[in-house]
């Protein structure tokens, strides 16, 4: 089949004004961006991508995801990343890749003095229905909210998205 008649896929763009974003809870503070999920695009294979950003002295809880693939890329800012309960450490600096398996333990602590933020990929798709469960709506160019807690029902929340109960006691 040549090109002109095959099937055509889907296609999205998306920029910062138009991405879904939420501002989120504290440790991590901060905010993310989903840029791509099958809930915004129609897709073969379903996986979703999108930024995060960590304020400074804040970090995401250490945590795995017992049905996922997760892919790390940092764009700004600085940090690091501790993985397999603390057994394994490096620093996180743009152009840094993280790979994570299904069930490798890992946690990302800014250690900077500004943003850090990096581009995350999930495969299976999930992670982008945590994030909006857990955040606050957020619009580009707002400014940040007070720092404010986790939902009262966060392990719900976990075991319905791509954590399957496998954040440590200590991260919660």
Known sequence: MDIDTAPQGSRLITTPETAESYW?????????????APHLVNMATPFSMGTQTVAPNSFVREHAH??????????????????????DETPMTPGTMLYFGRNRQHKFVNTGETDMTFLWVMMPA????????IGKKRTAGDPA??????????LQIEAQTVFNG???????
Do not use: H, K
């Open 166 to 172: 496998s954040l440590t006691p200590d991260a919660r």
């Open 66 to 87: 017992g049905d996922n693939e997760e892919v790390i890329y940092v764009l700004s800012g600085q940090g690091t990343a501790v993985m397999d309960g603390g057994a």
């Open 24 to 36: 989120q809870p504290v440790p991590a503070n901060g905010f993310v961006s989903v840029l791509l």
């Open 145 to 154: 909210p007070a720092n404010f807690p986790r939902p009262e029902n966060i």
């Open 126 to 133: 999930g992670l982008e229905t945590f994030f909006a469960a």
